[in-house]
């Protein structure tokens, strides 16, 4: 029998991605770059957050929290201290990678909504520190970084370092790391043993996630010019953990969807919501302050009974159908099954 080998779409899909990435520029205003640069900084934070929640099944609701660390890093060390906001970038996923880590000790003890409960409290403390120390944070009113950036620069600043973040992650979860991230969803009874450290492997998670997370919102921060503690609100982590599901869980590939849904749904969620109420009869306000929410809501009820595998399982579900019309048209079979051999009279 002859095995024939499957043509590896995820890496087709990324390299496609990363070319669609490297010439939007060329046809996108200085508008339309600055909101692909947030989608840059979502993406990250999303696959941080895609690391701890899809692979390693840990729950959180705290990534804000982890963003607004890196978010203050950057501009605190940039303004008082007179560093490169770019240079700061690393320090502050490492600050808020480490923050992760600690916290990962003692929600070792939790597990599913429990362990949500507790990382819910993350970005409600660290908002409140944020404006409790108005010299070093510049309180409720926020701070203002030193240098403001164009659209153009914060579309190239932030598309380069979500593409080494991305194969960072996949490096991360091709390895030893990443087996023992998808046991330990799968059961921690089977991962202890099959000799898995659960204390140290789920620290580890949450440290990387929130690593992620940090370089995220430095980066936010560079793009949008102004840190303000609002900005990071437990809405934030909410539509985060919305987005991945969006995207696919497991799915790397399928946090750039995600991301696009984190910064645009938001965007157009009173189009959206004027739209689809017109033909039912109902007369909601689509700019009232629960409008975003309605709409997320009926999003994710959408893709958990339509697509439970997110928008990466559909077009993987596409892309195989594509694929075995094709082989089917040219009378051979679909890649990856096994075609045994005719045995002669």
């Not at 895609?50 to 605190?76: N, R």
């Not at 980066?219 to 303000?228: E, H």
Request: aromatic share 10%.
């Amino acid at each position: 029998m002859t095995l024939r080998r499957r043509v590896p779409w995820g890496v087709v899909l990324a390299l496609a991605g990363a070319l669609a990435i490297v010439l939007l520029p060329f046809v996108l205003k200085d508008t339309n770059e600055y909101r692909f640069a947030f989608v840059g900084s979502f993406f990250i934070a999303a696959l941080g957050l895609q690391i701890l929640t899809g692979y390693a099944g840990q729950i959180s609701l705290g990534h804000s929290g982890f963003m607004l660390l890196g978010a203050y890093v950057t501009t605190i060390l940039s303004v008082d201290h007179g560093w490169n906001d770019l240079a700061t970038i690393p320090l502050a996923g490492l600050v808020a990678g480490a923050a992760g880590f600690l916290f990962g000790f003692p929600a070792l003890r939790l597990r599913g909504v429990y362990l949500a409960l507790a990382t819910f409290a993350i970005p409600i403390a660290l908002i409140s520190l944020a404006k409790k120390y108005e010299g070093l944070t510049g309180g409720g009113g926020g701070k203002p970084l030193t240098r403001v950036v164009t659209g153009h620069e914060a579309y190239v600043t932030t598309w380069p370092i979500a593409g080494a973040m991305f194969l960072l992650a996949w490096l991360l979860l091709r390895g030893r790391l990443g087996r023992a991230f998808r046991t330990i969803r799968e059961s921690e009874i089977a991962a202890v043993s099959l000799g898995v450290n659960l204390a140290v492997t789920k620290t580890l998670a949450f440290g990387i996630s929130a690593f992620f997370a940090g370089i995220a919102g430095a980066l936010y921060a560079i793009t949008i010019g102004f840190v303000n503690p609002d900005t990071f609100t437990i809405a934030l982590s909410i539509l985060l953990l919305v987005g991945v599901v969006v995207g696919g869980l497991g799915s790397l590939v399928g946090v750039i969807f995600g991301a696009l849904f984190i910064e645009y749904v938001p965007l157009y969620s009173p189009d959206i919501l004027d739209w689809v109420q017109e033909p039912v009869g109902l007369s909601l306000d689509p700019k009232a302050a629960g409008a975003p929410a309605a709409v997320y809501g009926v999003i994710l009820l959408l893709v958990l009974y339509l697509a439970p595998t997110g928008a990466a399982g559909l077009l993987r579900g596409f892309v195989r159908s594509i694929t075995r019309r094709l082989y089917t048209s040219g009378g051979t079979e679909p890649p990856g099954q096994v075609v045994p051999k005719r045995r002669e009279a």
